[in-house]
């Protein structure tokens, strides 16, 4: 258990759709992390917030956004959803320079 | 843009035999990596590195960062079932809390008992 947590595990949802991811970093973590992970790209960095603020910005879509509130908690919202949008969704977080994982939300766009 | 080559891209081995790994950049690296990834969980840091020529070594495993700070191994030796998974590199250029890790494509090992 690395200590973050994402909800929810699992979300299927149609084209067209919003729907909003959420991940609680490690306790003490300032920074958050978003990945996308499907099964011909790898893991894709999206975005990076730091305390609250944007730190990095990776390969993320406009449709895409995310924020990260002052108790730290972060949330990835994906709009004008796809069918190539289904992956798997993964938060990380870190203090340092090392990043740790969460379980992931996997999002089916059917 | 940045990008990291993993090789091999998959292996198949018997129990007990030794697995090398690598991931080759075009850039320099400051932090270097490794993690591995079971079905349906996130990845999971395995061992961390920090200074161009360090080798560190976690149980069974054993990773070094390459002195040209372009490129870094990962060694697991007397392999068993459950080192079964998909090993990811990962590489920083920024200072901490500046930014993306580049992720290698993975390496995926099956482990014959």
């Known amino acids: 258990d690395s200590g973050v947590t994402q909800t929810p595990k699992h979300l299927i949802t149609a084209t067209g759709q919003r729907v909003t991811l959420r991940c609680s970093p490690r306790?003490?973590?300032?920074?958050v992390y978003w990945y996308q992970q499907s099964l011909d790209q790898g893991l894709q960095f999206l975005i990076q917030?730091?305390?609250?603020?944007?730190?990095a910005k990776g390969n993320i879509l406009e449709r895409f956004s995310a924020q990260q509130f002052p108790d730290l908690h972060s949330e990835l919202n994906l709009s004008s959803l796809e069918l190539g949008d289904s992956a798997l969704y993964f938060c990380a977080s870190s203090i340092e320079d090392t990043q740790y994982f969460g379980p992931g939300t996997r999002l089916t766009v059917l | 843009g940045q990008q990291l080559n993993q090789s091999p891209q998959s292996m198949f081995i018997q129990e007990g035999e030794d697995v090398s790994m690598n991931c080759t950049s075009s850039s320099i690296f400051n932090t270097w990596l490794w993690y591995k990834q079971e079905p349906g969980e996130g990845p999971v840091l395995l061992i961390a590195?920090?200074?161009?020529?360090e080798l560190t070594s976690n149980g069974r495993l054993t990773a070094q960062f390459g002195i040209t700070r372009k490129d870094s191994f990962l060694n697991i030796s007397a392999s068993i079932p459950s080192d079964v998974g998909i090993y990811f590199c990962?590489?920083?250029?920024?200072?901490?809390?500046?930014?993306?890790?580049?992720f290698g494509q993975g390496t995926t090992l099956q482990v014959k008992p």
């Open positions: 990962a590489g920083r250029t920024g200072s901490s809390n500046t930014g993306k890790l580049i």
């Open positions: 306790s003490g973590d300032l920074s």
């Open positions: 590195l920090y200074k161009a020529g």
């Open positions: 917030y730091y305390n609250g603020e944007e730190r």
